[in-house]
């Protein structure tokens, strides 16, 4: 059974980057054909995508924050990530990774707070 | 983008209610559509994807329909572990934007 992990700091400030890190378990993250995803939910709020990289290494990521995003594989570490540039306090979420198109496999989520 | 609305935002049922959740597109996704559930502090679980395929362990109770436009997410027969917030999802073209979710609250 695939899980996923997601890690990176709870806290960023103003104009930083933010840097998530997903670690799949349970199976290979080159092995098959799977889209690996990024999805955001601010507090009390809905969902949304931002973004996807294919086992081949193409990616495809929300317009709205296409200037910003970077989405990339460590086949080594069998662990994808998330770079967000530039964030603000609009960027305060909880941020899932999830495998599958649709995602049907998720992380439990961690919470990025964008605060000075 | 793809604009998607949900009705209702929230509704209040009993056990044993068959309820019905209802997704509408902006335009036309074929059957690109999918819908999660949603509790308290966890990740969302797919329960369709394709407007109307079960994904793997979801209970038949839960049953999806529709293309073009409009979708709905039916459950046969509410039980308490199916109070929850409920998202649909276009994943016709991206950004496969959700809709805004609806709440299923005891009533």
């Known amino acids: 059974q695939v899980q996923l992990q997601e890690s990176g700091p709870g806290l960023v400030k103003p104009s930083q980057t933010l840097s998530l890190t997903c670690t799949v378990s349970?199976?290979?993250?080159?092995?098959?054909?799977?889209?690996w995803s990024w999805i955001r939910q601010p507090a009390g709020k809905g969902l949304e995508w931002i973004g996807r990289?294919?086992?081949?290494?193409?990616?495809n990521y929300n317009p709205s924050l296409k200037s910003r995003v970077t989405i990339s594989v460590d086949t080594s570490k069998n662990q994808f990530s998330l770079k967000l540039s530039s964030v603000t306090a609009a960027d305060t979420a909880v941020y899932y990774c999830?495998?599958?198109?649709?995602?049907?496999?998720w992380g439990q989520g961690t919470l990025v707070t964008v605060s000075s | 983008d793809i604009q998607m609305t949900q009705s209702p935002s929230s509704l209040s049922a009993s056990v044993g209610d068959r309820v019905t959740i209802t997704c509408r597109a902006s335009?036309?996704?074929?059957?690109?559509l999918n819908w999660y559930q949603q509790k308290p502090g966890k990740a969302p679980k797919l329960l369709i994807y394709?407007?109307?395929s079960l994904q793997s362990g979801v209970p038949s109770k839960f049953s999806g329909s529709g293309s073009g436009t409009d979708f709905t997410l039916t459950i046969s027969s509410l039980q308490p572990e199916d109070f929850a917030t409920y998202y649909c999802?276009?994943?016709?073209?991206?950004?496969?934007?959700f809709g805004p979710g609806t709440k299923v609250d005891i009533k």
């Open positions: 999830a495998r599958g198109n649709p995602p049907g496999y």
């Open positions: 349970g199976g290979s993250i080159s092995s098959g054909s799977y889209y």
């Open positions: 990289i294919y086992t081949s290494g193409s990616t």
């Open positions: 335009q036309s996704i074929s059957s690109y």
């Open positions: 394709a407007a109307s």
């Open positions: 999802q276009e994943s016709y073209s991206t950004p496969f934007t």
